[in-house]
């Protein structure tokens, strides 16, 4: 049952659960602190020590005396009456199988509220509700991730309800958000004021009472209590201004930051460009030389394309010249030829008459020529087809001899098939026996069976020897890890190995330096083991008093020298392999010997010590001074005898240097309450438990014979199932034998079975071979009635084809008469045309003379009209290639080398080309492609100066927006910071250290920064808080006292924190809880705020204005008459009696 108790009334719904239903809370305390102190042990209250009778006191008595109390009573500790919940403040939660609750009910107080009740209570199940209730995710809380874990065991549903106060500006009523959680799903429904509501829509409606529960400095669950004290002094600065400025603050801060970021890329983009810029006018002016030189070879260039570009036009011009002078030599050539001709013509006309008849006769003859042809291809086609008429005649007599061939063969093979049936019709009356095929087949599946179970014997035979040569291999790798560990413990480094693992949580410590000491090639600098495997104590009576001033925690701390393998490793160990009890140090950087003692051995000997802690230690350097900066061993003294009186009021004397020191069975420490006077000194004096970490580890027997027994019992198995693997083997063999043996009597029965079938087969073949054969003998009969019939038709067709070789013989002489005769006209007409040929052959010779003449006048004008036609052809397509030339229109240097050229010939411009080439070859240069780049980089230089142009003004507007909006935020900031200062400094000031708060300035607004400094002693300066030189408890109280100065600036109507004294010294909480109740409950205290804590000292200090909510919960639970709540009054009654009655004994 679980029982929640208030200091107010109130109603309390009971709440009714078993101690194993607590899943997720609080684990108890470790034996061992953060700081180092080690704490008395825990006994658990026997119900036995308790008198069950109640008091016979009246109720009205005070509960405690008036002295015990910080207000007493009578006097009112708050000029007002009772304060009311300010808007947005919680007024109720009611919770319904909701973690560890079944039911229960909150009324909460509108200024402090105090959770108060052992681990795993369900305090921080409270924290829970309200973040979820309000509609933030699970990730707020840093417990489990999906929200239906939130459902109590063995529930399907569960069900917040939580009553803001109202705003009355707004509301008339109190609103309610009910938060209705399905394991099954899971997945939430909200419903506000009974209506139902999306998740945004309930985080909206929270925001407007400036609600933010994703905000650290307002809401901070027990399991983000060490992410709140991780943050990062950026994200410090972005968590306070949402908590304590409003939100035009973050928003002009997100403005700032956004706009110097977008600044930067514009001033690394001029920069940029201001280099190549540079860059490019260097350059420009060391290729100004080569530019000129390049630019006068470039004219020279271009007046030689220019010259060749124009070769045509003179060749034209003498082209045309030619043409004109062919054509007048044209005309002259046949004026002449016409002449020449006329002259001629009487003896020109009887040659063309003589050539004439020739031509006619000649044509005859060749008439004559076709006819021959003709006649002699007639004469060879006749004589070819009688040679087809000879083939046909010699294939009908040798179809006539292969006829009577077949019918010979046919008769000689009518014998032998009249025997071939009589054997079949013999065999056919033989019919094999009856088989029983079903019997047979029944055997051979009988066999396949047993074949197939011989096969499922040897393969389970096969997979069993498998499994255990598995395990025979697997004790063997058992025996040689554990024999190997045996060694591992019995050598130096396993003894250490041992230390370390016996004084950490599962091994963490041994786990991680394994891994390091695996590593260390990937560290930059040192890397030390902890100071119990570093260290040595030189006096081992003093072993215990250096263990209880040093501290468990240090002892078991690593040293690292190098802060870039701190955080690499702190990421591995804590990230990767997620170890827990493992503890980190990073060497200072300040070295052994400038750790200065409070005083001089001379002086700490008067005094009656003898030395400093740190003289007892024997180890590296670097792990003693991590010793000196985090456990002052250099200003803890020790004695091996007891001090004097006078020695004692001297170490209490304000003067005295010393604040601690240690004997062989005590430590001292001399407390200075300088507020109080100098007499407000004294010396709290603790006995010294039993040395366990700096011991000679000898060899952990127990955890050798563990080894020797896993050895025994690996080797036992292992013989065992040496022996197992032996008899399957024989287990196969013999199923292989049988398989063996049965596939061998499958085969034979098998082959029988097929013998017999074939028998059957071939009896019932027999019948249509018998028919078949019957049916050849018949067709044999056949062939021999018709081959006379046949006989007779190829003798007919013989007789046909002889009597048509015979027209084809008379056709042949006929042809052969014709070819003659034609032959006899072809002689004659050859002979007509060798007379014509003769007779014009000597006409010609008499005019020889005349016909060469005219020949030669016409070659000449032949001659002169291809000249002129040439000419005329040269000039038309050198007159395209100069219009081709100029038809695109020219440039500059070619309009003035054309006029220069105008009435050039040809050599004359040959000679301009050769001396201009000249010049060109004298002017070197360099490569023609500097000219392009040196006019490519004159139009980037002016493209960059103007785009350089561009980002000055855009720099400007930069400068101009972020000025303007800085001149608004950062003012307010540091009004800001400020008044978070003034209070963070006076929260100090009451423990009697210092602190403030600033604000680190950056060019980059997305580094500013929250800068905290604190100082926890005198002798010390403010120096900046962080985890390497603030303990725990240290950082805890900065960290409430952060959030405490926040309080009055905070704009959320409430506040939360879980746990947050966890690590805090006794008087530190006391403080802090002072601080905590005057500015939640004092004059100042605006919001409301919820402390949840699992300690309860004695002594806190009290208000009326605050609530203290206390669960109990166990097994056995006092009887409540089921008002759900427990009667501490009574309890406290009881108690108070008992020590009355144990004083009067005494």
């Known amino acids: 049952m679980a029982r929640i108790h208030e200091s107010l009334p109130g109603n309390v719904t009971p709440a009714s659960r078993r101690r194993s239903d607590v899943d997720d809370e609080e684990e108890e305390e470790d034996e061992v602190s953060v700081d180092g102190e080690t704490p008395r042990p825990r006994k658990r209250a026997r119900p036995s020590d308790v008198d069950e009778e109640s008091g016979s006191e009246s109720p009205e008595r005070p509960l405690l005396p008036d002295n015990y109390r910080r207000s007493p009573r009578g006097v009112s500790t708050s000029d007002g009456g009772p304060r009311t919940h300010q808007p947005g403040s919680i007024v109720r939660v009611a919770l319904t199988d909701f973690v560890t609750y079944t039911r229960a009910e909150f009324n909460l107080g509108p200024n402090l509220n105090m959770i108060i009740g052992p681990n795993g209570t369900g305090k921080s199940t409270l924290v829970c509700a309200i973040c979820l209730g309000l509609g933030w995710d699970t990730r707020h809380l840093g417990r489990a991730k999906d929200i239906a874990e939130f459902v109590k065991h063995g529930s399907k549903h569960a069900t917040i309800e939580i009553e803001l106060a109202a705003d009355p500006a707004r509301q008339r009523k109190n609103p309610v958000i009910t938060t209705r959680i399905s394991k099954e799903s899971n997945k939430a429904e909200y419903l506000l004021d009974g209506k139902k509501s999306s998740k ?18 307002q809401f901070l669950p027990q399991d983000r209590v060490v992410e709140f004290a991780a943050l990062s002094p950026v994200a410090l600065l972005a968590q306070t201004q949402r908590a304590a400025a409003p939100q035009e603050m973050t928003d002009m801060h997100e403005e700032l930051k956004e706009l110097r970021k977008e600044q930067k890329e514009k001033q690394r983009s001029q920069k940029t460009l201001m280099a190549d810029l540079k860059s490019l006018e260097n350059r420009q002016h060391l290729q100004q030389g080569d530019y000129q030189a390049l630019q006068d070879r470039k004219e020279l260039t271009e007046r030689v394309a220019a010259l060749e570009k124009f070769r045509p036009f003179p060749q034209y011009k003498v082209a045309k010249d030619a043409h004109t002078e062919a054509k007048t030599r044209k005309k002259d050539a046949e004026r002449k030829h016409r002449e020449l001709e006329k002259k001629m013509a009487p003896n020109l006309n009887a040659v063309k008459a003589k050539e004439k008849y020739l031509e006619s006769v000649t044509k005859v003859a060749q008439a004559k020529v076709r006819l021959v042809t003709r006649s002699v291809q007639h004469a060879e086609k006749v004589l070819k087809s009688f040679g087809v008429k000879e083939t046909e005649l010699s294939a009908t007599t040798k179809e006539l001899e292969a006829g009577s061939d077949g019918v010979k063969k046919v008769k000689q093979g009518i014998p032998k098939m009249q025997q071939n049936i009589t054997g079949l019709k013999r065999a056919i009356e033989n019919k094999p026996a009856e088989i029983d095929f079903s019997a047979i087949n029944e055997e051979i599946r009988e066999k396949t069976r047993q074949s197939r179970e011989a096969d499922e014997n040897i393969n389970a035979a096969k997979e069993q020897g498998r499994i255990l040569s598995e395990q025979e291999a697997q004790r063997t790798y058992i025996i040689d890890q554990q024999t190997q560990a045996k060694e591992s413990v019995q050598s130096q480094a396993g003894q250490q190995m041992s230390k370390l693992r016996a004084n950490s949580k599962r091994g963490a410590a041994a786990t991680a330096w394994e891994w390091i000491e695996n590593n260390l090639d990937q560290f930059k600098g040192k890397v030390f083991a902890p100071p119990i495997m570093t260290c040595t ?74 030395g400093w802690i740190v003289d007892l230690l024997d180890g590296p350097d670097e792990v003693l001074a991590m010793l000196c900066d985090n456990r002052m061993v250099h200003q803890n003294a020790y004695t091996l005898s007891d001090v004097s009186n006078a020695q004692a009021d001297a170490l209490r004397h304000r003067d005295s240097p010393i604040t601690s020191y240690a004997t062989a069975t005590q430590t001292h420490r001399v407390l200075r309450r300088k507020e109080y006077g100098d007499q407000a000194t004294s010396i709290r004096t603790e006995f010294l438990r039993p040395a366990r970490l700096f011991t000679d580890a000898p060899v952990d027997r127990r955890h050798e014979e563990e080894l020797n027994a896993k050895i025994r019992d690996a080797e036992h198995d292992l013989e065992e199932l040496r022996e197992a693997i032996t008899s399957n083997t024989a287990h196969l063999r013999e199923h292989t034998r049988t398989k063996a043996a049965v596939d061998k009597e499958k085969k034979q029965i098998q082959d029988d079975k097929n013998r017999k079938q074939g028998e059957q087969a071939t009896w019932a073949g027999l019948q249509p071979k018998l028919d078949e054969a019957e049916q050849k003998l018949e067709t044999a009969y056949t062939q021999i009635r018709t081959h006379r019939e046949s006989q007779r038709e190829i003798a007919a067709r013989g007789d046909t084809i002889a009597f048509q ?40 010779l008499r005019n020889q ?74 002017n070197t240069g360099g490569h023609m492609g500097i000219i392009k780049e040196y006019e490519d980089r004159v139009r980037a230089i002016d493209r ?63 580094q500013w920064a929250i800068q905290i400094r604190v100082k926890f002693r005198e002798s010390e300066p403010l120096s900046l808080l962080d985890s390497h030189r603030q303990s725990g408890g240290e950082r805890a109280v900065s960290t409430i006292f952060y959030l405490m100065a926040l309080q009055t600036l905070a704009r959320a109507p409430f506040r939360v924190v879980d746990e947050i004294n966890q690590g805090m010294d006794p008087r530190n909480e006391r403080l802090v809880h002072s601080r905590m109740v005057s500015i939640a409950c004092g004059q100042e205290g605006e919001s409301q705020y919820f402390l949840i804590t699992p300690k309860l000292l004695a002594g806190l200090e009290y208000h009326r204005d605050m609530k203290v909510h206390c669960i109990a919960s166990g097994e056995f639970m006092p009887d409540s008459k089921g008002e759900g709540k427990v009667d501490f009054g009574v309890l406290a009654r009881r108690a108070l009696e008992i020590r009355a009655r144990a004083e009067e004994r005494v």
């Not at 016909?851 to 004008?861: G, H, T, V």
């Not at 100029?886 to 006029?899: K, P, S």
């Not at 008044?979 to 009451?990: D, K, L, P, R």
């Open 537 to 610: 104590v030189k006096n081992n009576n003093l072993v215990g008093a250096v263990e209880s001033l040093v501290g468990a925690g240090e002892l078991m701390a690593f040293t690292i020298t190098d802060p870039d393998d701190f955080d690499k490793i702190q990421q591995h160990l804590y990230g990767r392999m997620k170890l827990v009890d493992v503890f980190l140090r990073q060497a200072p950087t300040i070295a052994l010997e400038d750790y200065r003692r409070p005083c001089s051995d001379q002086q700490l000997h008067q005094y009656g010590l003898d």
């Open 200 to 217: 945004k829509q309930i985080i909206d409606f929270a925001r407007t009472f400036s609600i933010q529960v994703d905000n650290l400095c």
């Open 805 to 844: 070789k015979g027209e084809l013989i008379l056709d042949y002489a006929n042809s052969i008469d014709a070819v003659r005769t034609v032959h006899v006209q072809l002689f004659e007409a050859e002979i007509i045309l060798i007379e014509a040929q003769s007779d014009l052959e000597q006409l010609k």
């Open 944 to 1006: 960059a100066r103007g785009k350089l142009g561009d980002l000055e003004t855009t720099l400007a507007t930069f400068e101009e927006s972020i000025e303007r909006v800085k001149s608004i935020w950062e003012p307010r900031l540091d009004a800001l910071i400020a008044q978070i200062s003034e209070a963070f400094a006076e929260n100090f000031a009451q423990i009697s250290c210092a602190g403030e708060v600033g604000v680190f300035k950056d060019e980059d607004f997305d």
């Open 849 to 922: 003379e005349d016909i060469d003449a005219l020949e030669e006048c016409r070659q000449e004008y032949e001659a002169m009209t291809a000249a002129a036609a040439a000419t005329l052809a040269e000039g038309r397509r050198l007159g395209e290639l100069c219009a081709a030339v100029t038809g695109d229109g020219l440039t500059e240097v070619e309009d003035e080398v054309f006029a220069q050229m105008r009435e050039w010939m040809p050599d004359t411009l040959e000679t301009e080309i050769q001396s201009v080439q000249a010049r060109l070859e004298m």
